[in-house]
């Protein structure tokens, strides 16, 4: 994963971050653009919120950064970040072949609960699923079995705060060997 755009915080600076963007309440901060997404993937068109927001990069930022430090040593196969709405998600359009099962992990800010849920090859992954609450320092994270290829996406809805940020990545955890 590279640290494009990430700065180097503590976590105290992030729950900071996210204290203050509680604060502030700006709703409806808009998802990734279609230039911020990785090539691999496609965002989720089910999103909702004030088109007239700006988008809250530092939060995003801040999130990005929490997964940066708390993941390491291990491929990024796609990641995201963006300012949390009401409903969002990410499709990682095909998980490689050599892939026997992938990590997706996820952390946020700004004081929400998000709810994820997890569909692969079209079907729902209900034991992936689970909720996160966006305090910005602990990261919510899955094994996913792959077994064939096909797409991997998630759908998150968060309740409560709508200010703040959030960032994903999907990770190779196991490989078929050659």
Do not use: W
């Not at 409903?87 to 095909?94: E, Y």
């Amino acid at each position: 994963m590279t640290g494009t755009g990430a700065r180097g915080t503590d976590g105290r600076a992030v729950r900071r971050v996210g204290v203050a963007l509680s604060v502030t309440a700006l709703l409806g901060a808009g998802a990734c653009s279609p230039s911020e997404q990785p090539e691999s993937s496609s965002t989720s068109p089910s999103v909702t919120g004030s088109a007239s927001a700006a988008p809250d990069t530092s939060a995003a930022q801040a999130a990005k950064s929490v997964l940066e430090k708390g993941i390491v040593n291990m491929e990024s196969l796609s990641d995201g970040d963006g300012g949390l709405q009401k409903q969002f998600g990410n499709t990682l359009a095909s998980v490689p072949e050599d892939v026997l099962s992938v990590s997706f992990a996820f952390t946020c800010t700004g004081g929400a609960e998000v709810a994820l849920t997890f569909r692969l090859a079209g079907k729902e992954v209900a034991s992936a699923a689970g909720t996160h609450v966006c305090d910005g320092s602990t990261i919510f994270q899955r094994s996913i079995d792959t077994p064939g290829s096909g797409p991997l996406g998630f759908s998150a809805v968060a309740t409560g705060a709508e200010s703040g940020g959030y960032a994903y990545a999907y990770y190779s955890e196991k490989k078929q060997l050659p």
